[in-house]
């Protein structure tokens, strides 16, 4: 079985900021994990995907995240916050078999203020 | 080349009836995923299709039923319809049922009165 864990459901920041949101897995296999965004009104946009190579993954629009297997945590970052980071962010987990499907955690609002 | 497609993009139904939703996948991509998305919450899975055939399927009562046809694009129907079914519906596809290469549709918003 797999879930996630994403700790808080709103995380303000200002323009400029750093951005960190939280994302804890659980897993009883080695897992694939994900950051998804969402913008009002629009699907899931892949922004980075950890599949067991390095543990440092950066994705689009300058986020990163580190696979911490000790932690069981795969936080998002963002050295400095721009407006049109506003979104919702999903963390999700997969088993690694050609069959496995996503266990999405249930989001964290990103609020950017000028 | 196109991405994810679904249709229709809002759809207001009554409790009770039956509703279809539709996903095309991206060409060449051989297995589709459906999800469901409250309001407020994350999206939950549903159903798997792979070469027009079920490979898995989330714990949803029986009112919910998929198919995928030899196109691969699929259909989601939901059966007498509950005010609780009210959701934005993704699809998404990958090409060969890789689990890290799920791309998604914009989704279907359904609402039921």
């Known amino acids: 079985a797999q879930s996630v864990t994403q700790l808080g459901s709103h995380v303000s920041v200002s323009e400029g900021a750093l951005v960190l949101l939280r994302c804890n897995y659980s897993?009883?296999?080695?897992?694939?994990l994900f950051w998804y965004v969402q913008y009002p009104n629009q699907g899931l946009q892949l922004l980075l995907k950890?599949?067991?190579?390095?543990?440092l993954v950066k994705g689009i629009n300058g986020f990163e995240a580190e696979f911490k297997k000790s932690e069981t945590s795969f936080h998002l970052t963002k050295p400095s916050a721009h407006m049109s980071d506003a979104a919702e962010y999903f963390c999700?987990?997969?088993?690694?078999?050609?069959?496995?499907?996503?266990?999405f955690g249930k989001g964290t609002m990103l609020l950017v203020s000028p | 080349d196109a991405g994810v497609t679904q249709s229709p993009t809002h759809l207001i139904k009554t409790r009770g009836q039956h509703v279809t939703l539709r996903c095309s996948p991206i060409?060449?991509?051989?297995?589709v995923s459906w999800y469901q998305q409250v309001l407020g919450q994350g999206p939950q899975f549903i159903f798997q299709y792979y070469e027009k055939e079920e490979r898995g399927r989330g714990n949803f009562p029986d009112r919910f039923s998929a198919r995928q046809f030899p196109n691969y694009s699929s259909e989601l129907n939901v059966n007498a319809l509950l005010l609780g079914d009210s959701a934005l519906y993704l699809c998404a596809s990958n090409p060969m049922g890789q689990p890290y290469e799920q791309y998604f549709g914009p989704g279907t918003r359904l609402t039921v009165t």
């Open positions: 060409s060449g991509h051989k297995s």
């Open positions: 897993s009883s296999v080695p897992p694939y």
């Open positions: 999700a987990v997969s088993g690694n078999s050609g069959y496995s499907t996503l266990t």
């Open positions: 950890y599949t067991s190579a390095a543990t």
